[in-house]
């Protein structure tokens, strides 16, 4: 690869043809502020925060978007540069709404953070102040709001549902001053294809795009005595809201974390990683059936109600080939007022469930209507990481001083194989394990699936190679899909995942996110799996317990009843 | 019928100017006349592309003697035809009369307004019949390409339009010859060549002018260039509000595939190109070039940064050459005639001519066509015929929304790219809009900028919000709210868009506002401290009226025409204005038969 020699700030740095100076300087240990930049998309230069002076000619430039040259001197912080980084953030300001105190993203705001780096006041943004935008907000929900008004118009959201999960839910539209992002004809967000994945809330860089906010509805629960209050935690969890209390990405605080629940007032504290395990013996019982009668081949996963929604509105005619079994979520509380309210012997009325999930479109889930085998509402809350963290931040609990504890037996032991459900590649891993094993009663090493984009591995079974592709973001699940839709798939189990990395690069998790968190978390998940003692799902005794005392076997008619669900057709508008 | 020889050809102007002011009535009512009087098979009737004097239009001119009427109604034709075809005689009333001298001129050449201009791109336009390609061929078209494809190397036409030293007509400039030589250096298995017909400032249409008037000119222009380049497939990306244009622009492309001079193998020389009309739906910065591809390949046309420059990633990732229309317009002629010909026009930086399209207080207004190096001076007096109502000149306006408006000091400017840019205005596509004192220069800011304020794409910050505050600005100086700091405020609003916005849109807004700031601070001033227009256009700013009691004869013509009631009768025959009611209209003092109102 061809090098390029330049001067930053006055030290030289030699990086490769085609960088731009935003990452060359990143190299001399300069972060240039900027907005619209985000490491996992395409270059944008909208915002023109990150202005850096060409030294040569004095002229500015958007260092996100210039590739270097040979010999170029730049200035990342003459005073030149700095006026106009300013004036574009005061621009931004003048047209924002000024209501830090009572929005969600305070404190975690990037404008927040530059307009405090550059020591700009309420006095400079007055200088230019005028007209402000005045659009309706967007709270139809069920997973996501849209204040259009906070928006800065920096276009990650729109970037990330059309490159990373080709969905196109959002585009700019109208001109000047009266440019916004919106839904295509301005449809409310309950009404357009949206796949609830959050992805756009996660690259927003204000509080333009938040999830739906359930923190008062689970409180008023845990305050309520009559209430029984059930939490089940997913399994990337763990090994995400430890950033939120200061810990590095990937630290894996399970301990900690139920500790906290139970601080919080939560009655029992769960595992979702249970009926993760759960999933396993039912849908992995189902693929056997299919295998055995080469029926609905390719298998695929449906644990991720982002990609199932995605799924509904583009490929309404594969829904036979995703699996029936519902994702752990819904087993879970699905469950927990059956099965744990006959337990317990507790009124399954008084029981309210609450899954902590890193997902918004689990929000969406839960209101599903065909979801209600309790003849209840199943899930009754759903709170993302984000929203957990603020509880406990809340009501003062000091995290990193909380005793390790053990999630409530009854639905919290599980395996190694559920916890790996948090990230890319880990349901096709457990999935197979568990059949593997009642196929041939053969152990399985993990799989070595990559996690970035299409990948694929093919695992003897018996005299069978069973063919496995991984998708995650869901434009990469696209070509995998059209080829199953040409009838010229020859996989025999598919993985879709909405998010890049699978859960913990959900839409609910912790701020930032980018590929070197996800990355790390992914790896918290997989240590997590590989020290435990029991790693594949079919060995979970409490899980055998289950089937044994309630559910019969599996796909029984009562796991049918309570764990199988339908899909529908929607439009694709 | 095709062989017959006509004694007479009637040239009636088919533009979009003329058609407006009723051109095709006119032509039905001479095919009328001419059947009545048997002439039909003596006199052809042809319709042509503008003649660029649209003030004057509808325009007709009568051949073989070449004479030029304007402003033909219908009820003229009976007597054209009878009075010049059918007994020789030039109907005077409807000659030309210059304006300086009151003299009719019967002859196209001999009328100021033409004398001084240099036609090369618009050399056909007004005198052949667009829809013809044989007239084309006739006056010499596709010889150009014949001669480029099947006796020049792409390197020598690359060279010759280098050397001939022709520049971007749309607007920035650039050496075309090196956009080209960029465009033939990258290899690529398909490259593309695109005419930019987004033709958006307000009050330019040059290159409608070409399309309408001369379609074949751009076909072959956008021929030799893709042959230069190695592209094999163009587009030209115009405006839906052209219909006209659009129209003929496909017949022409209809026909050059006819003859084969679009397609496969061309002149037998191996070399094929097809060429589309993408129509834009009139988004003011599709004309940037890498909008303009955007909403080629369907996307909202928005402005991506550079590099990648189109001549290394341009439609759908492969190389592209865009060029301007009336850039193109000139290439057949630079082919044809050699690049010392061509560079032997202009000034040293700028070769060649340059089309304008002068408007505003002027009495010629219109479309002309002037070697670089023309003085403003001749443009407006010469060409142009003065200022309208013999006014006095107060400034004048080049490079629409992009420009700058240049006071009187610099007539003597002679126009060429560089030296629009030293005295802080631009060439822009050629928009010249003229202005006397009656114009508030800050009222003409603003009339730009909110222009680039509606039509920036709202990407880029600067340009999105920064040109929203300064037009906020200029509304509260027009309504006299200025404060003190405003003018420094919209310089350095005026500095920091042009030093960081994304596109050339941007970094350009801020000039109107710029250079009537360094030309005419004193009317900003004027405005913010004095709370007054000099021109009396900003109404919450202008002195109210008053009548002179010894002029007024109390006709009350006055008092009708009062929107809000500000006069009524005084003590004798004589009216008054209640200078707290009197809102400055001015309609009072029109209606005055005396001249008895008069203003502060």
Redesign the interface.
């Known amino acids: 690869m061809e090098k390029v020699t330049l001067t930053i700030d006055q030290q030289k740095v030699e990086v490769e043809k085609g960088t731009t100076v935003l990452e060359a300087a990143k190299e001399v240990g300069i972060d240039v502020p900027s907005l619209c930049y985000h490491p996992d998309l395409t ?7 990150c ?1 850096v002076e060409n030294v040569e000619d004095e ?2 430039m ?1 260092s996100c ?3 270097v040259r040979e010999g170029m001197e730049i200035s990342t912080r003459s005073m030149k540069a700095r006026r ?1 980084r300013r ?2 953030v005061e ?2 300001l ?2 924002h709404p000024n209501d830090c105190l009572g929005c969600d993203r305070n404190g975690t705001c990037e404008l927040q953070d530059i307009t405090h780096s550059l020591g700009i006041t309420q006095k400079d943004i007055e ?2 102040s ?2 402000v935008r005045e659009v309706p907000k967007d709270e139809t929900g069920p997973a996501l709001k849209r204040d259009p008004n906070k928006c ?2 920096c ?1 990650r959201c729109v970037r990330v549902c059309e490159e990373v999960q080709g969905v196109s839910a959002l ?2 539209s ?6 916004i992002v919106t839904t295509a004809f301005d449809l409310p967000q309950s009404e357009i294809n949206c796949a609830n994945c959050g992805q756009c809330a996660t690259v927003c860089p204000v509080g333009a795009i938040t999830e739906v906010s359930e923190i008062q509805k689970v409180w008023n629960a845990i305050e309520d005595e009559d209430v029984h209050v059930v939490a089940q935690t997913a399994p990337s969890i763990q090994a995400t809201i430890g950033e939120e209390f200061g810990y590095k990405p990937g630290t894996v605080v399970t301990g900690e974390l139920v500790s906290a629940l139970r601080k919080l007032g939560f009655d029992s504290v769960f595992s979702t990683e249970f009926t993760a395990d759960l999933t396993i013996l039912e849908e992995g019982t189902e693929f056997l059936e299919r295998l055995i009668e080469n029926k609905n081949l390719p298998h695929i996963t449906s644990c991720c109600p982002g990609w199932v929604k995605y799924a509904e509105h583009n490929y309404s005619d594969l829904l036979n080939h995703l699996s029936t079994a519902k994702s752990p979520q819904q087993m879970f509380s699905a469950l927990s007022k059956t099965y744990y309210a006959e337990s317990t012997n507790i009124d399954p009325k008084d029981i309210y469930t609450v899954s902590i999930m890193p997902c918004t479109a689990k929000k969406f889930e839960k209101d599903r209507e065909e979801i209600n085998a309790s003849n209840l509402k199943d899930t009754d809350a759903v709170l993302t990481t984000r929203e957990l963290a603020r509880m406990i931040k809340e009501v003062g609990i000091q995290f990193e001083n909380l005793n390790k504890e053990e999630y409530d037996e009854l639905m919290g032991k599980h395996t190694g194989a559920g916890t790996i459900f948090g990230t890319t590649g880990g349901v096709a891993e457990a999935a197979v394990r568990t059949v593997k094993e009642k196929l041939t009663g053969e152990e399985l090493e993990r799989l070595n699936l990559g996690f970035k984009g299409i990948n694929e591995a093919e695992v003897e079974i018996g005299d069978r190679t069973i063919k496995v592709a991984i998708a995650n973001g869901l434009r990469n699940a696209e070509s995998l899909l059209d080829e199953v839709r040409a009838g010229e798939s020859d996989y025999h189990f598919i993985e879709v995942m909405a998010c890049p990395h699978g859960c913990v690069g959900g839409g609910g998790q912790p701020l930032p996110i980018n590929e070197k968190h996800k990355e790390l978390r992914s790896e918290g998940l997989t240590n997590t799996d590989e020290n435990s003692v029991v790693r594949k799902s079919h060995e979970n005794p409490m899980i055998k317990k289950l089937y044994e005392e309630f559910l019969d076997e599996p796909n029984s008619e009562r796991a049918h009843e309570l764990l199988h669900t339908t899909f529908k057709c929607r439009q694709k508008n | 019928m095709k062989d017959t020889i006509y004694r007479s050809h009637v040239l009636i102007c088919t533009g979009t100017g003329c058609v407006s002011s009723g051109a095709k009535n006119i032509k039905h009512e001479l095919q009328d006349e001419l059947a009545d009087n048997d002439l039909k098979n003596e006199i052809k009737i042809v319709e042509t592309g503008c003649h660029g004097f649209c003030e004057k239009g509808p325009i007709m001119v009568v051949y073989p003697e070449g004479v030029f009427y304007c402003q033909v109604k219908e009820e003229d034709v009976s007597e054209i035809v009878e009075e010049h075809l059918l007994k020789g005689r030039i109907v005077e009333r409807l000659l030309f009369k210059e304006p300086m001298t009151e003299e009719s001129i019967p002859s196209y050449e001999d009328i100021d307004f033409y004398k001084k201009q240099h036609r090369i791109a618009l050399a056909n336009c007004g005198k052949i019949n667009p829809e013809s390609i044989n007239e084309y061929i006739a006056n010499g078209g596709y010889e150009a390409a014949g001669k480029a494809l099947t006796q020049m190397t792409p390197e020598e036409i690359i060279k010759e339009v280098k050397e001939a030293g022709l520049r971007g007509r749309g607007g920035g400039g650039f050496p075309t010859g090196l956009k080209w030589q960029f465009a033939f250096d990258n290899n690529s298995d398909k490259k593309y060549v695109i005419c930019n017909a987004d033709e958006g400032d307000p009050g330019a249409f040059m290159d409608r002018s070409v399309l309408e008037g001369d379609p074949h000119r751009i076909i072959e222009g956008m021929l030799i260039n893709a042959y230069a380049i190695g592209a094999d497939e163009g587009y030209v990306y115009v405006r839906a509000e052209y219909p006209l244009a659009i129209d003929r622009l496909q017949k022409a492309i209809d026909a050059a595939e006819d003859l084969g001079l679009l397609g496969e193998d061309i002149f037998g020389s191996g070399f094929n190109f097809n060429l589309h009309i993408k129509k834009g739906a009139g ?1 003011f ?1 599709c004309g940037e070039e890498t909008a303009l591809m955007a909403s080629i390949e369907g996307k ?1 046309g ?1 402005p ?2 550079r ?1 990648p420059y189109p001549a290394e990633k341009g439609l759908w990732g492969k190389p592209t050459n865009i060029n301007n229309v009336e850039t193109l317009a000139n290439i057949p002629y630079i082919i044809n005639e050699g690049s010392e010909v061509f560079s032997s026009i202009g000034t040293e930086n700028s070769k060649g001519t340059k089309v304008f399209a002068l408007t505003g207080k002027i009495k010629n207004t219109g479309l002309v066509e002037v070697p670089m190096g023309t003085t403003l001076q001749e443009v407006v007096y010469d060409i142009g015929g003065g200022l309208t109502d013999d006014k006095d000149f107060k400034a004048i306006q080049t490079g629409g929304p992009s420009g700058g408006c240049i006071p009187e000091d610099y007539l003597a400017l002679p126009i060429d790219y560089d030296s629009l840019i030293e005295v802080g205005a631009m060439m822009g596509s050629g928009g010249m809009v003229v202005m006397d004192d009656s114009t508030c220069m800050v009222d003409v800011a603003r009339f730009f900028l909110s222009f680039t ?10 340009c ?6 300064m037009l ?1 600005i200029l509304n509260r100086i027009c309504d006299g709210e200025g404060k003190d700091g405003d003018i420094r ?1 919209l310089e ?2 005026g500095e ?1 868009i042009k ?4 596109c050339g849109l941007g970094q350009t807004a801020p000039n109107p506002v710029l250079s009537t700031l360094q030309y005419f601070r004193n009317e900003y001033e004027a405005h913010i401290y004095d709370n007054k227009c000099p021109a009396g256009v900003c109404e919450e700013l202008a002195a109210s009226f008053t009548i002179n009691i010894d002029s007024c004869i109390g006709c009350g013509q006055c008092v009708k025409v009062c929107p809000v009631d500000a006069i009524s009768k005084g003590d004798g025959k004589y009216y008054i204005i209640d200078e707290e009611v009197c809102i400055s209209c001015g309609a009072c003092a029109k209606k005055c038969p005396v001249d008895a109102i008069f203003q502060g």
């Open positions: 270059l944008h230069g909208a915002c023109r925060v202005v002229s500015l958007a978007v210039s590739p106009a004036r574009n621009l931004l003048a047209n200088e230019i005028g007209e800065i118009l276009g585009q700019f109208n001109r000047g001053f009266d440019s | 988004a910065v909202r928005m991506n940064p590099p304020q509606s039509e920036s794409c709202g990407k880029c910050t600067p999105r919000e920064g040109t929203k505050r906020e405020l350095q609003l920091h030093d960081t916005a994304l």
